[in-house]
């Protein structure tokens, strides 16, 4: 069992963190539940070309097709 003192101290702690104020910390942020990334948007797993999104969307198409999740 946590004693006042710890309490306290964990109530102050959590007062400070804030999670990520950059947009760039943001950012990283949004990606730590990505296990895999298949069923994410190619926009939001890399900065990419629009051919290489182009082949990136087909890729998962035929992988969603042969997959059939």
């Known amino acids: ?28 942020s949004a990606k730590n539940s990505l296990r895999h990334g298949i069923n994410a948007s190619a926009e939001s797993l890399f900065a990419a070309s629009s051919q290489e999104q182009q082949h990136y969307n087909a890729l998962r198409a035929q992988l969603f097709q042969q997959i059939a999740p």
Do not use: L, V, Y
Not at 3 to 28: L, M
């Open 1 to 28: 069992m946590a004693t006042d003192a710890q309490i306290i101290a964990n109530q102050n702690n959590a007062q400070r963190s804030t999670g990520p104020r950059t947009d760039e910390g943001k950012q990283q």
